[in-house]
């Protein structure tokens, strides 16, 4: 009898370890998910001309992905033509933690006939 018992609790306790790993692969999945789309949007930041006049915030709708927003954030730094810029990835049901990458980009200055610059 004591041992039944003892098989029970050790079947139970592997069944909860089973889905606990579950629960962990979908998580890192998730993440992996949200990091892809925030290099995405990223990348479309950093390829306009100018980041600053860029669009701050939407969805992923357009892609199928409409549980997921993103919103990015462009600041100067203290080098000049430096830009730095976040984009954060969030889930719109705030289930899970959001996601940041950031970078710097540098933009060269104008230059004009005369060898000199334009802002």
Do not use: C, H
């Not at 962990?24 to 999945?29: N, Q, T």
């Not at 919103?71 to 954060?88: F, G, H, M, W």
């Not at 969030?90 to 980009?105: F, I, K, N």
Request: charged share 20%; glycine share 10%; proline share 4%.
């Amino acid at each position: 009898m004591v041992g039944i018992v003892l098989l029970s609790v050790g079947i139970v306790a592997v069944i909860r370890g089973i889905g606990l790993i579950q629960l962990g692969e979908a998580r890192a999945r998730e993440r992996s998910n949200m990091t892809a789309l925030a290099s995405q949007k990223l990348d479309e930041v950093i390829a306009t001309a100018d980041p600053t006049q860029y669009q701050q915030n939407g969805d992923f709708q357009d892609i199928g992905e409409s549980k997921y927003s993103w919103k990015t954030e462009v600041n100067t730094t203290s080098v000049d033509n430096l830009t730095a810029i976040t984009v954060t990835i969030e889930r719109t049901d705030g289930l899970a933690q959001p996601v940041e990458l950031s970078t710097a980009v540098y933009q060269p200055p104008a230059t004009t006939g005369a060898g000199g610059t334009t802002p």
